[in-house]
């Protein structure tokens, strides 16, 4: 049955629940984890930025900048897209937009410290004679000349559906909240989550955080054995705030997507749900997890993960969709089944001054897992000439590495180039089971080339697969690059004039970034024989997959047009919800 009434619920309940929520909860599939969506800036803590950056007396600087101790500036400073570092006096107000602030023990500010975007670390107390303010939200701003003005970043306007009511204090607090989960998708339909979760401070610098949330998927039938139902319960004891170390356990019940990698959760839901096209494979995941982590510095973090999952095929739904809707849904592929013991590493490096729309810094994210079973039960449907032979004898193990490295500078005051380099795969052991295989091709990262143009199926011709598009190479590797140019828009409706600082545009349209682009990558079957490449080896770059595009991004939302240059194919046009990374 498909499932419409509770989604046309919800959709006319959103502007309620977002009139009431506080901080949406909002569940990630890929890691079974909970994170909190930050509010926008409030208004008028924007304007005064604004106001004070502007202002002819202050000393206005871009990037990290430092004051060593026994120097001293004289007047306000406003710095922006860069931390600063304080050692010496200040005779003023200090200004920080989209970067940190550390007040050394030597330091004196004799006016406010104001942060946007950033954390603030004061060494003493009296260091800073003013009020001390901090706001996490980052300022959305363009430039013009020298000064700066608000231009809000659409998507930051449009969080996930949900609501949340919250008691407590800053040292104790809980809630109960109600947000959409993970994805709108073939197998769930969209998933609701709901329930309690609860943060204490037992002692200065530690705390403990506890969730207990369900989760209701909509594209079931209510059976008897509670498939539509499932479930993440999660402890957390964390000690310290910006450098913080901690332990974490998990229960899960959850749809878990395979690559998750490419297009970002917002854009597969939006796609599924208005023109039935789901670009992820699923599987059912059900199991417990135990992780410590390592917080040297906020942009810093290092974790150590032993879970054990019980995975199982998923078989496709039938959800309502707005368009399309009396055609079939491309089918789930099933997976290996069985109970994965995985021990995992995982290193994570951030230094971007804003991670929704991002102009400089560094991201860095890799893994490195071992997993092995006791009774998987491989799919006999997959050929000897994609993998060989999986052991069903209890030794069987793998190991997997994913690395994700990306890039983001500022070359002029408005233009960016970003670059993304990303590889990972199969790295040793038994074959990969088919849930932690790969593929290449689609919107993204490829948008030249269709949907999974290279996965390593043509082989697999069992009924099992049919129309499934399985993902089953081994490895990939792949290379992005563009150029981001800001074209200078001003249109308004309403406008006042610039000496009119009471009256507000009713209506106001910025510019967007003319993006030029280019991909390159491939992805393969490692061993001997036709179609493979030994284990040490990679593809040569005559044969890597390689595309040239051009689009409009319009604060994420953008339109792009790409041509894939090594294999004749068509011109394809690709709208897209969010940054191509």
Same mark, same amino acid.
């Given at each position: 049955?498909?499932?419409?009434?509770?989604?046309?619920?919800?959709?006319?309940?959103?502007?309620?629940?977002?009139?009431?929520?506080?901080?949406?909860?909002?569940?990630?599939?890929?890691?079974?984890?909970?994170?909190?969506?930050?509010?926008?800036?409030?208004?008028?803590?924007?304007?005064?930025?604004?106001?004070?950056?502007?202002?002819?007396?202050?000393?206005?600087?871009?990037?990290?900048?430092?004051?060593?101790?026994?120097?001293?500036?004289?007047?306000?400073?406003?710095?922006?897209?860069?931390?600063?570092?304080?050692?010496?006096?200040?005779?003023?107000?200090?200004?920080?937009?989209?970067?940190?602030?550390?007040?050394?023990?030597?330091?004196?500010?004799?006016?406010?410290?104001?942060?946007?975007?950033?954390?603030?670390?004061?060494?003493?107390?009296?260091?800073?004679?003013?009020?001390?303010?901090?706001?996490?939200?980052?300022?959305?701003?363009?430039?013009?000349?020298?000064?700066?003005?608000?231009?809000?970043?659409?998507?930051?306007?449009?969080?996930?559906?949900?609501?949340?009511?919250?008691?407590?204090?800053?040292?104790?607090?809980?809630?109960?909240?109600?947000?959409?989960?993970?994805?709108?998708?073939?197998?769930?339909? #969209?998933?609701?989550?709901?329930?309690?979760?609860?943060?204490?401070?037992?002692?200065?610098?530690?705390?403990?955080?506890?969730?207990?949330?369900?989760?209701?998927?909509?594209?079931?039938?209510?059976? &008897?054995?509670?498939?539509?139902?499932?479930?993440?319960?999660?402890?957390?004891?964390?000690?310290?705030?910006?450098?913080? #170390?901690?332990?974490?356990?998990?229960?899960?019940?959850?749809?878990?997507?395979?690559?998750? %990698?490419?297009?970002?959760?917002?854009?597969?839901?939006?796609?599924?749900?208005?023109?039935?096209?789901?670009?992820?494979?699923?599987?059912?995941?059900?199991?417990?997890?135990?992780?410590?982590?390592?917080?040297?510095?906020?942009?810093?973090?290092?974790?150590?993960?032993?879970?054990?999952?019980?995975?199982?095929?998923?078989?496709?739904?039938?959800?309502?969709?707005?368009?399309?809707?009396?055609?079939?849904?491309?089918?789930?592929?099933?997976?290996?089944?069985?109970?994965?013991?995985?021990?995992?590493?995982?290193?994570?490096?951030?230094?971007?001054?804003?991670?929704?729309?991002?102009?400089?810094?560094?991201?860095?994210?890799?893994?490195?897992?071992?997993?092995?079973?006791?009774?998987?039960?491989?799919?006999?449907?997959?050929?000897?000439?994609?993998?060989?032979?999986?052991?069903?004898?209890?030794?069987?193990?793998?190991?997997?590495?994913?690395?994700?490295?990306?890039?983001?500078?500022?070359?002029?005051?408005?233009?960016?180039?970003?670059?993304?380099?990303?590889?990972?795969?199969?790295?040793?052991?038994?074959?990969?089971?088919?849930?932690?295989?790969?593929?290449?091709?689609?919107?993204?990262?490829?948008?030249?080339?269709?949907?999974?143009?290279?996965?390593?199926?043509?082989?697999?011709?069992?009924?099992?697969?049919?129309?499934?598009?399985?993902?089953?190479?081994?490895?990939?590797?792949?290379?992005?690059?563009?150029?981001?140019?800001?074209?200078?828009?001003?249109?308004?409706?309403?406008?006042?004039?610039?000496?009119?600082?009471?009256?507000?545009?009713?209506?106001?349209?910025?510019?967007?970034?003319?993006?030029?682009?280019?991909?390159?990558?491939?992805? %393969?079957?490692?061993?001997?024989?036709?179609?493979?490449?030994?284990? &040490?080896?990679?593809?040569?770059?005559?044969?890597?997959?390689? &595309?040239?595009?051009?689009?409009? &991004?319009?604060?994420?939302?953008?339109?792009?047009?790409?041509?894939?240059?090594?294999?004749?194919?068509?011109?394809?046009?690709?709208?897209?919800?969010?940054?191509?990374?």
């Amino acid at each position: 049955m498909r499932t419409s009434v509770l989604v046309t619920v919800l959709s006319g309940l959103g502007p309620a629940l977002l009139g009431a929520q506080d901080t949406a909860i909002v569940i990630i599939p890929e890691s079974a984890g909970v994170s909190v969506q930050p509010r926008e800036l409030p208004r008028i803590v924007a304007e005064e930025a604004i106001r004070l950056y502007n202002a002819s007396t202050t000393t206005r600087l871009v990037g990290r900048t430092r004051l060593p101790r026994g120097n001293e500036w004289r007047g306000d400073v406003a710095v922006r897209n860069g931390s600063i570092a304080v050692g010496g006096r200040i005779a003023g107000t200090v200004l920080v937009i989209n970067g940190d602030a550390a007040i050394d023990s030597t330091a004196e500010i004799t006016g406010d410290l104001i942060v946007i975007g950033g954390t603030v670390t004061v060494a003493r107390a009296s260091a800073v004679r003013g009020e001390v303010r901090q706001y996490r939200e980052p300022l959305a701003y363009r430039t013009q000349g020298d000064e700066i003005a608000l231009a809000p970043n659409l998507r930051r306007r449009f969080p996930s559906l949900g609501a949340q009511k919250s008691w407590g204090t800053a040292e104790s607090r809980s809630a109960l909240t109600i947000a959409t989960s993970g994805t709108f998708n073939r197998v769930e339909g #969209l998933p609701i989550v709901f329930g309690p979760t609860f943060d204490w401070k037992v002692a200065d610098g530690l705390r403990i955080r506890f969730d207990a949330l369900g989760i209701f998927r909509t594209a079931g039938n209510l059976s &008897d054995r509670g498939s539509d139902l499932g479930y993440l319960v999660r402890s957390e004891l964390r000690a310290g705030d910006r450098q913080a #170390l901690g332990l974490e356990l998990r229960a899960y019940s959850m749809v878990a997507p395979v690559e998750d %990698w490419g297009l970002h959760n917002a854009e597969v839901g939006w796609s599924a749900f208005l023109f039935q096209r789901d670009y992820r494979d699923y599987y059912t995941n059900k199991g417990v997890a135990g992780r410590a982590f390592v917080q040297p510095e906020p942009s810093l973090n290092f974790a150590l993960e032993l879970r054990r999952d019980g995975q199982t095929s998923a078989p496709t739904r039938d959800p309502w969709t707005v368009f399309r809707n009396a055609q079939a849904w491309r089918p789930n592929p099933p997976i290996d089944d069985g109970h994965y013991v995985t021990l995992g590493g995982y290193f994570t490096l951030d230094t971007r001054n804003d991670q929704l729309d991002p102009t400089a810094g560094w991201q860095l994210r890799a893994q490195l897992e071992h997993s092995w079973s006791a009774d998987v039960s491989p799919q006999a449907g997959v050929p000897p000439a994609v993998r060989r032979t999986i052991p069903s004898d209890g030794s069987y193990a793998f190991s997997r590495v994913f690395f994700d490295f990306r890039r983001y500078t500022r070359v002029s005051p408005s233009g960016r180039v970003n670059l993304r380099l990303l590889a990972g795969g199969w790295l040793g052991g038994d074959p990969l089971p088919l849930q932690r295989r790969l593929s290449i091709g689609g919107p993204d990262p490829l948008a030249g080339y269709g949907f999974r143009h290279g996965a390593c199926n043509r082989d697999i011709v069992d009924p099992a697969f049919q129309r499934t598009l399985v993902a089953a190479c081994d490895r990939v590797i792949l290379a992005q690059a563009e150029y981001r140019g800001h074209i200078s828009l001003h249109w308004a409706y309403g406008a006042a004039r610039p000496e009119d600082e009471q009256a507000r545009p009713l209506f106001a349209l910025q510019g967007p970034d003319l993006v030029v682009f280019g991909d390159a990558g491939q992805a %393969w079957l490692v061993g001997n024989g036709p179609g493979r490449l030994p284990s &040490d080896r990679l593809p040569t770059p005559g044969s890597w997959l390689a &595309d040239l595009g051009l689009g409009v &991004d319009w604060g994420g939302f953008g339109v792009y047009a790409a041509k894939g240059v090594t294999a004749g194919e068509r011109l394809r046009f690709t709208l897209r919800l969010d940054h191509r990374f």
